[in-house]
């Protein structure tokens, strides 16, 4: 039954996305496929926890769109999510889910806040660090950069990132709730703050560092675009196998790993 609930709730909410232009076809199916064993082999601390990120990032990405559309060229990640970013915000939680569903112990809760309150502080900073009027600086050096640049980070952003995961961390507990789960409060919004912060962080390090990137000669901007300006770009630094979307992963385990560490300090 909670299979059949979690497929048509996953299609309503795919759908409506997909409508809105927030999911592409591909990233429409993915995110049906995963909302239907987030719900099916997990509960509503699973899927509602899914559903907090998508649906505030979906929103953030909406507001004052025509002041971030120049920056949003630079970034692999838009405004339409396809099945590859879909499955790079969501298929850590999806294992962690069937983890969970074979094995059911706290630390695959623990893990999940912390891999969804990283892609939520990334996509939070990355929308409401855009408009900040300040350029941001290298996390690498201090050094100003230009807006748009991967590995810039800037106080707005930073900020936007610690409060998405400590909303993520609240939002769990109180679907956590709703299934009659015994955590603490302050332990999940805890565990997302410090989960989300070091995802992110860890997010802007490789974009500074490991991250395949691309350089426009029109402009003279570091890009994750292969085309910019009108222009094909050429690729100048990185690993080759480190896409945004690699990138995207590791940082959110590194987050788990943060926010489980966090709750079992205390
Ligand atoms: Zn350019």
């Known amino acids: 039954m909670n299979w059949l609930i979690g497929g048509v709730g996953a299609l309503i909410v795919a759908g409506a996305a997909y409508k809105k232009r927030s999911l592409s076809l591909s990233g429409a199916i993915a995110a049906v496929m995963m909302g239907t064993i987030y719900y099916g082999a997990g509960n509503l601390f699973w899927f509602g926890t899914l559903l907090l990120f998508f649906i505030t990032s979906t929103l953030l990405s909406k507001y004052r769109q025509e002041s971030k559309q120049d920056l949003e060229k630079s970034y692999a990640k838009t405004g339409r999510r396809d099945a590859g970013q879909v ?78 995961g400590a909303v993520i961390g609240a939002g769990a507990w109180v679907f956590g709730q709703w299934m009659g789960m015994e955590a603490g409060l302050f332990t999940y919004i805890l565990s997302g703050f410090i989960g989300g912060l070091a995802g992110a962080f860890a997010d802007s390090w490789m974009g500074a560092t490991v991250q395949k990137m691309y350089h426009c000669s029109v402009c003279g901007k570091d890009v994750e675009v292969h085309k910019h300006c009108g222009q094909a770009t050429d690729r100048s630094r990185g690993w080759g196998f480190m896409s945004n979307d690699a990138v995207n992963m590791i940082s959110s385990m590194i987050g788990g790993l943060a926010a489980w560490l966090t709750a079992s300090l205390l």
């Open 87 to 164: 499955l790079a915000n969501g298929g850590i939680g999806m294992i962690l889910c069937l983890g969970y569903f074979i094995n059911p112990d706290e630390t695959w809760k623990l893990l999940f806040i912390g891999v969804m309150a990283t892609v939520t502080a990334d996509t939070w900073a990355t929308e409401v660090g855009s408009l900040s009027r300040r350029p941001p600086i290298s996390i690498l050096n201090g050094k100003r950069l230009p807006p748009g640049t991967s590995g810039g980070i800037s106080w707005l952003g930073s900020t936007a990132a610690a409060i998405g």
